[in-house]
């Protein structure tokens, strides 16, 4: 049986009267993310997306979630105050029926970390250079089930596969370990 445990829920409230577009959320999100740290900025490998369309006045921040094999039967779309909003336009999957979210070198799932590599106490990043505050961070304590974690290695495995076939993969991994052992 799941156990209950107490858990620091984090959110970001996204307020979209006030994105005016300036996509600096997405150049520190990439920049925080880069391997090393801060050495490059590149839009595409952001964890938060910018959906624009200026001449319909619609900016819409988007945070990449879970990773899916699957892409939807349906497609949703919404008209806000007379305003209407693409297909997949709030949707934060990781999915095959678009670029969006996925390493553009290796095809991985990308997904919102919260930072979780700053010092305790920090505002993720993107809200810290939202300067229109659309970007609102709040804690709150929530007692809620223990889940199974799926570790991020797994996820990016398994897209792997949905990508390039199982037996691709285990033969690129037996190459690499073969590669990677350390000399007798
Ligand atoms: S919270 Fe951090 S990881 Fe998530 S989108 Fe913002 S800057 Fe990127
Ligand atoms: S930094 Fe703020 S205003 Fe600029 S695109 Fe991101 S959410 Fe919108």
């Given at each position: 049986m799941a156990e209950k445990k107490k858990k620091i829920i984090k959110t970001i409230k996204v307020d979209l009267d006030k994105c005016n577009g300036c996509r600096a959320c997405e150049v520190i999100c990439s920049a925080f993310h880069a391997e090393p740290k801060y050495s490059s900025n590149n839009?595409?490998?952001?964890?938060?997306?910018?959906?624009?369309?200026?001449?319909?006045?619609?900016?819409?921040?988007v945070y990449a979630g879970e990773y899916t094999s699957a892409e939807c039967m349906g497609r949703d779309k919404y008209i806000i105050d007379g305003k209407e909003y693409d297909e997949c336009g709030f949707c934060r999957a990781s999915c095959p029926s678009r670029d969006a979210f996925k390493e553009p070198d290796s095809g991985l799932p990308l997904k919102c970390d919260m930072c979780e590599d700053l010092p305790e106490g920090e505002k993720p990043l993107c809200v810290q250079w939202c300067l229109n505050d659309a970007l609102i961070y709040e804690e709150r304590e929530e007692e809620v089930e223990e889940d199974v974690k799926v570790e991020?290695?797994?996820?990016?495995?398994?897209?792997?596969?949905?990508?390039?076939?199982?037996?691709?993969?285990?033969?690129?991994?037996?190459?690499m370990a073969e590669k990677t052992k350390p000399a007798a």
């Open positions: 839009p595409a490998r952001s964890r938060i997306r910018m959906i624009r369309h200026p001449l319909r006045d619609i900016y819409v921040p991020d290695v797994e996820i990016g495995l398994a897209s792997l596969i949905d990508k390039y076939g199982r037996d691709k993969v285990i033969d690129i991994m037996a190459r």
